[in-house]
């Protein structure tokens, strides 16, 4: 919950404690000198706006509790049926039911399950047999996966053991989250026996793909993560990585699958045969995410430490006719850039800033400088190692970086920034930097093309 949401409901809360105050003051004036029965009437009163405030403070509280890292869009710890039908964050998963998710083709199995093994209590593994070679048994899914997993970036992160390697026509292909003769999610994150550990993305598009070899791990529970971002991880031309443990084992910087993510996923699945492999704490994010020191912990949100920065609004970009809200922050020391909009708080985009290097200082945006029709956001930052200091200027639709654009050393400290129209006459905005000088304490504000980088202007205050 955002802290406008906390400042509406305290105001609704506000409100609702004063209309009834105000009644409370007449009535209890208009009954002041009439009898008992009129002051039992003003006690009841009394005791309804008791009860009110302490139903809207437990609203207030529950709400409170009820709030999720928006960062993680699903987090299931997948140790029992309960667990797995309700999960701790986002959507619920669900079993498979052959009249329900029945996909096209033939051989599709309802799986059962068991829950003996596990890193945080238990985990889930496929079970129920025997079944048949060429029979894909499902298992678990998630529906409506297009709402919660984007084409663009995102990670899946979940503990994983498998006892043996699969094999072709004895149990070949353990699928993690969804892959080969699942439900069509378009992506595949998956065991295999030519490949090991592979991780795909299509979406209707062509074929991504990472894998490695994770057989000397057979029997050992490992942590294993999916990650992918059509712009570049973390800002290196990257756009599929696989870790093992936390450590990058694989990637690819090919970015030109689809943007049609499918309809569901199966989720611990697998072909011919069952109890080959477990999963468990299956953890999906919205962004691409690189650290994984935190996977010792069941919730993800223990290790988080988030810092906000800055805000600016920025033209409507969902086409709703409502601008967006663009909030300057960092999460675990990362900089980022979330976009909601205005009126229905909807995500509208994240976008990725800089890596843990940098200290973020404030955001602007700027007048479309690469024809798409949507502004751009210009955010500036600090270089911890050196104090230098620098904007960055991305689209805020595509993420594609624009410009990056060097203002002054670590003479001076980096305040604020903003734009200003066109000086030069080129058709773009300029940026204006608000700098104190550490030596003086002067503030001054430098003006530089955004496109150019040509300094315009330099006024001291
Ligand atoms: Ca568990
Ligand atoms: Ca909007
Ligand atoms: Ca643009
Ligand atoms: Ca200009």
Known sequence: MTNLDLLLKWNIFKYCMETLGLKLHTTLRKHKNKGGRKMKKATTIIWKILFLSIFITLQLTATLNAQSDDYVVLWNKLGSEDEILNSEIGPNLEFYDQDLHDPPGCCDVEGGRLYDF?????????????????????????????????????????????????????????????????????????????????????????????????????????????????????????????????????????????????????ICGSNDDDENFAMDNLVIYDFAKTDFSDRFSENPLTSVSRKYQD???????????????????????????????????????????????????????????????????????????????????????????LNSVYFLDNDWMAMGLTTVADLNQNGVDELAVLVVEKSTGRGNTIIRDAETREQLNWICY
């Open 311 to 401: 805000a600016t609004s920025i033209a409507d970009l969902d086409g709703n006719g409502f601008p967006e809200i663009a909030v300057l922050h960092t999460r675990n020391g990362h900089t980022y850039v979330t976009l909601k909009d205005s009126y229905n708080k909807t995500q509208v985009g994240r976008i990725y800033f800089f890596n843990d290097k940098w200290t973020p200082k404030a955001i602007s945006t700027l007048a479309d400088m690469n024809g798409n029709g949507t502004d751009e956001l210009a955010v500036l930052a600090v270089k911890k190692e050196n104090g230098k200091v620098w904007v960055k200027i991305l689209d805020s639709e595509t993420r594609e970086v």
């Open 118 to 266: 596990g890193v945080f209590g238990n985990g889930v593994m496929l079970s129920g047999g025997p079944y048949y070679v060429t029979a894909r048994i499902h298992n678990l899914v998630l529906s409506n996966l297009s709402s919660y997993v984007s084409s663009e970036q995102g990670t899946i992160a979940v503990w994983y053991m498998q006892k043996n390697d699969p094999v072709s026509y004895v149990n070949n292909v353990y699928r993690i989250f969804d892959g080969d003769f699942g439900l069509g999610a378009g992506m595949q994150f998956q065991s295999v026996e030519d490949g090991g550990l592979v991780f795909s993305l299509a979406f209707g598009g062509e074929t991504s793909s990472v894998n490695t070899d994770i057989s000397t791990f057979n029997n050992t529970w490992i942590h294993i993560a999916a990650v992918w971002d059509r712009n570049g991880i973390a800002g290196t031309p990257e756009a599929l990585r696989l870790y093992v443990d936390g450590v990058k084992v694989a990637s690819t910087t090919q970015n030109n699958w689809g943007t049609s993510v499918g309809d569901m996923a199966d």
